[in-house]
């Protein structure tokens, strides 16, 4: 279901991913503080409530703009089936998978949520407990799946929406037991340790930037035609996966006897380096260009492909030198 190669569908994805886990967690957030019966000074309780369901709301919205950005983009390998059901991508099966599930789990609660003054109150209050397994899991599909994952503005926001959480639940659950000055000083003890914790481990950011001088990969995409003969856009979409993934994007503004107008696009990942420039030569299955990184070093691109055996795209090999 690969609809468009549009860069802004792939950035789409990727920040609405973000806004929808920072938007849960402030939503999860405001949940755990009303049922802990916390007074926030001239906020009528009904108006946190109104905050808090328009935040789950907020949340489903952000969860469908992420799945169809990535549905239609052909950026990105997934199809139809991959996207509903959970462990069956092949990025990444079982962050990815986790992160489909809490989705699922997130829109099935909210059909109890819908039907709450039908159903026993008890049973109801039950399911909206599973809000927090749908948090968790959505954090591990964040932390482990995300291609931005190693940028440290990442990484900042994942350790301070995983430490507010788990301070608020140790302040909820905890004060019965404990008190609750011990249970406030080990709440916010997990938020100064959690960030060092997610910093240093998971979410260590790659010493060096993804921006080989030289490189050399398979390559598979597509090449996306439209217009007539005597003016055509064509547009390559392709990525080589190893030792790191590429994102290439090339469009063609073709004549029969000139090349027109050109845009290249690189896109070094996880570290998100992108190179961009145009392309200098064209041949029936085959590219050359030139682009440049934001820290001014140049990249030249050769690129090559034959259809792939299933006929559904090309595949090839690139090869990148300075």
């Known amino acids: 279901m690969h609809l ?13 991913g973000v806004a929808a886990y920072v938007v849960l967690t402030i939503t999860i957030s405001i949940g755990i503080s009303m049922g802990g019966k916390a007074k926030i000074s001239r906020w009528p309780r009904f108006a946190t409530e109104d905050v808090h369901r328009f935040g789950g709301l907020l949340v489903g ?24 059901i959970p462990f069956t991508a092949t990025y990444r099966p079982l962050w990815t998978g986790l ?4 989705a699922e789990l997130l829109l099935a609660l909210a059909i109890t949520n819908h039907y709450r003054k039908r159903m026993p109150h008890r049973l109801w209050r039950s399911a909206h407990y599973l809000n927090f397994v749908v948090w968790t899991v959505a954090s591990l599909h964040a932390v482990f799946s995300g291609t931005d994952r190693s940028s440290w503005w990442l990484a900042l926001i994942f350790a301070v929406s995983i430490g507010t959480v788990l301070a608020l639940l140790v302040w909820r659950f905890g004060r019965v037991a404990f008190g609750s000055r011990p249970m ?3 709440g916010f003890g997990t938020v100064a340790v959690v960030p060092l914790l997610l910093l240093a481990g998971p979410l260590q950011k790659t010493p ?20 007539t003969n005597t003016k055509q856009i064509v547009s390559f979409v392709g990525s080589s996966q190893s030792p790191q993934k590429l994102l290439v994007r090339a469009d063609l503004l073709v004549s029969p006897q000139s090349l027109d107008a050109t845009s290249l696009q690189l896109e070094y990942l996880p570290s998100g380096s992108v190179c961009r420039g145009r392309v ?3 041949g029936l ?18 690129a090559s492909w034959v259809p792939s055996p299933d006929g559904t795209g090309v595949i090839g090999t690139i090869r990148l030198h300075a």
């Open 99 to 102: 992160g489909i599930f809490a």
């Open 184 to 186: 406030a000083v080990a």
């Open 285 to 302: 299955e085959s590219f050359s260009g030139r682009c440049s990184l934001r820290s001014g070093g140049a990249r030249w691109i050769d």
């Open 208 to 227: 060096h930037a993804w921006n080989a001088k030289h490189f050399s990969g398979s390559l598979s995409g597509e090449v996306l035609r439209s217009g």
């Open 61 to 84: 919205a952000l969860i469908g703009v992420h799945v169809l950005s990535i549905a239609v983009d052909s950026f990105l390998p997934f199809s139809v089936g991959q996207l509903v």
């Open 280 to 282: 200098t030569q064209i």
């Open 4 to 16: 468009t190669s549009s860069p802004a569908i792939w950035y789409a994805a990727r920040a609405s």
